[in-house]
Nanobody, 115 residues
Framework: QVQLVESGGGLVQPGGSLRLSCAAS????????MGWYRQAPGKQRELVAG???????NYAGFVKGRFSISRDNARNTVYLQMNSLKPEDTAVYYC?????????WGQGTQVTVSS
């Protein structure tokens, strides 16, 4: 079973940047489509960004060029670079791995954007 561990969250001021990392245990990591989701208090979990095994990316509309997802298959790691952070970006950010009928989630990392 795939294990996903997120890191890199923290407290930043509006306009600041963070880079989240998600390390996967699965040696066949490159097979999986990877994604970052987030969930704020009182809201549903929502997709932030996704990246296919071949490197194709997609983003939620609210990102508007501020975030960038990437993957390093040699390191079994996916990243989310977040720039120009806003208070509404505050949420727990979760890493997801998906392949065929398999769907795995990390434990989440807290991102707080506050002035």
């Amino acid at each position: 079973q795939v294990q996903l561990v997120e890191s890199g969250g923290g407290l930043v001021q509006p306009g600041g940047s963070l880079r989240l990392s998600c390390a996967a245990s699965e040696i066949s990591f490159r097979r999986y489509a990877m994604g970052w989701y987030r969930q704020a208090p009182g809201k549903q979990r929502e997709l932030v960004a996704g990246i296919a095994s071949g490197g194709t990316t997609n983003y939620a509309g609210f990102v508007k060029g501020r975030f960038s997802i990437s993957r390093d298959n040699a390191r079994n790691t996916v990243y989310l670079q977040m720039n120009s952070l806003k208070p509404e970006d505050t949420a727990v950010y979760y890493c997801n791995a998906k392949w065929s009928s398999y769907d795995f989630w990390g434990q989440g990392t807290q991102v707080t954007v506050s002035s």
